[in-house]
């Protein structure tokens, strides 16, 4: 198959996407040549377009042309007028649900995992150390480098140790309302799968996230809790820490991979540094994994509540009932909300990054990224770090922004994170394995070593979304059984936990 000059999506738009840099003077078309140079990823006009006309990719409206567009012309940002969001009110729901069994059917059915006693089973076995508060990360640091060298050794069957280290906990308005956001995402990271149920936890003493707001009476006790400012000198404290590592360390030891079903396995799947072939070759081939896993009986969660936006009456209509659709309504609401007080609109997305990949405004980003939640119905929607309570597709309501959307995942339970990117990024996380995927060649050639999956083929002819959705389907079940590792834990590039926190700070 020879590549294309463009990729057009449906029938009716009246632009397409250059699959390589163009020159000037090239015939796409019979008739239509290109006015000036294209850059890769960029949209060209394919007939002329009138003032006030739509410009139209996926078959949907980016906006309206500012003035008139000749074809063969380059259409950037400052070319398109945004129009307004969808509305909320009402959405219709229920007019696009497809039957589980006529979704792509996996390759495989059982994976090696860690189970729990309740919720989804671990992908990794970890020792993780949340904190209460950003004032004990220090101590924590250097105790996970003990911890490492002199007993996880001990404990051939522990993968890791693990700092959930995150800037909550003091100095902020801990009653106020929506600090129910960062207090339950410390909660729900404190019971993460691949944390077994081992419960530790320390703090400072004097913080205002005191252990009562993160863990049930029962749980608080010298077995789970350690508090820093009991300990008379540095020494003794390291030391307290070490034994209780080590008493928890001996009983994650007894666990052991077993093969389970895909229900036992909870994936998210999130987009950075996207790209105008995001849309077209990641996001879709991440959406045909999901379709796979879905089907097989497993729970997939997308998130990024300003690249839904705009593109949420076509997620509406996924949705199986009205209480589903309500509370997608309620959170995209809240987000609206959200960035009005900060005096913003949902055009402080995209990034020049994405900018510069040929991504003009949030409609065309909005579009690309909900590609990844396949065609699966959408069977429950979360709000920020909430733990789903049904199976199958979910919609967990988060910031896009890719260090928060993780631990906000996280928190909801995530195993693995499947993360597409165009522009490149080296974004892991230490508590569960994140799967990179990219959206062109290029990006393969130039980062060989640090993205695990290509989707480019799909751009240039060379794969179908099915050849590389099923590719990506039977990695995230390797990566997931601890079969292959994917680059970012290779390394160990592993990002800071930002938990949403959009409560004041004081
Ligand atoms: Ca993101």
């Given amino acids: 198959m020879s590549a294309p000059l463009f990729i057009k999506i449906k029938e009716e738009d009246n632009v397409a996407i250059a699959v390589n840099d163009l020159a000037a003077g090239t015939e796409i078309l019979p008739g239509v040549i290109t006015k000036e140079d294209i850059p890769q990823a960029h949209k060209i006009a394919l007939k002329d377009i009138a003032a006030d006309e739509d410009i139209i990719r996926y078959g949907v409206s980016l906006g309206t042309a500012i003035n008139p567009i000749t074809a063969g012309s380059w259409i950037n940002e400052h070319m398109l007028h945004l129009g307004q969001s969808p509305s909320l009110t009402d959405m219709p729901y229920g007019l696009n649900i497809k039957t589980i069994e006529s979704l792509p059917k996996p390759t495989k ?14 992908t990794r076995n970890l020792l ?10 220090g101590v924590i640091n250097r105790a996970v480098e003990r911890i490492k060298a002199e007993l996880l050794p001990k404990y051939p069957n522990v993968e890791d140790v693990v700092a959930v280290n995150h800037p909550y906990g003091c100095g902020v308005a801990i009653n106020a309302p929506e600090a129910k956001v960062p207090i339950r995402a410390i909660t729900n990271l404190v019971r993460h ?11 400072l003493g004097c913080e205002k996230l005191t252990y009562d707001r993160i863990l049930p009476p029962e749980d608080i006790t010298d077995e789970n809790c350690l ?4 300990w008379k000198g540095q020494a003794a404290m390291m030391q307290a ?7 928890k360390l001996q009983r994650l030891n007894l666990r052991t991979r077993e093969e389970l079903p895909l229900s036992q396995l909870l994936i998210g799947m999130q987009c950075g540094g996207s790209d105008a072939f995001s849309g077209i070759t990641a996001n879709p081939s991440a959406g045909y994994a999901a379709d796979m896993l879905v089907r097989g009986g497993a729970t997939v969660m997308f998130s990024e509540v300003t690249e839904v936006r705009d593109g949420v009456h076509l997620i509406a209509q996924r949705c199986r009932d009205a209480a589903t659709r309500d509370k997608l309504s309620a959170e995209m609401r809240w987000y609206d909300d959200y960035l009005a007080a900060g005096g913003v609109g949902r055009d402080a997305n995209p990034t020049p990054g994405n900018k510069q990949g040929g991504l003009s405004n949030i409609v065309e980003k909005a579009m690309g990224s909900i590609a990844k939640s396949g065609t699966a119905p959408i069977e429950e929607v979360l709000s920020p770090a909430e733990k789903p309570t049904k199976q199958g597709l979910i919609y967990a309501a988060t910031p896009a922004s890719d260090i928060v959307c993780g631990p906000c995942q996280l928190a909801s339970g995530i195993g693995l994170q499947v993360f597409m990117t165009g522009r490149g990024t080296p974004y892991g996380l230490a508590a569960a ?7 062109r060649n290029e ?4 980062w060989f070593d640090l993205i695990d999956v290509n989707a480019g083929p799909i751009a240039t002819g060379e794969a179908t979304i099915a050849d590389i959705g099923t590719r990506l389907f039977e990695l995230i079940l390797d990566v997931a059984s601890g079969i292959k590792q994917p680059y970012s ?6 990002n800071d936990l930002c938990i949403f926190n959009p409560a004041p700070i004081t």
Wanted: charged share 20%.
């Fill in 241 to 247: 820490i070490l034994d209780m590592a080590d008493k």
């Fill in 128 to 137: 993780g150390i949340v904190t209460t508060v950003q004032c004990a990360a």
């Fill in 109 to 122: 059915t059982t994976w090696l995992g860690y189970r729990n006693k309740t919720g989804p089973a671990g």
């Fill in 489 to 494: 834990d290779l390394y160990g590039y592993h």
């Fill in 433 to 439: 394995p994140v799967i990179k995927v990219c959206s």
């Fill in 193 to 203: 799968p691949n944390f077994g149920d081992e419960i530790m936890v320390v703090g």
């Fill in 443 to 446: 990006m393969k050639e130039h």
């Fill in 227 to 230: 508090t820093l400012q009991d």
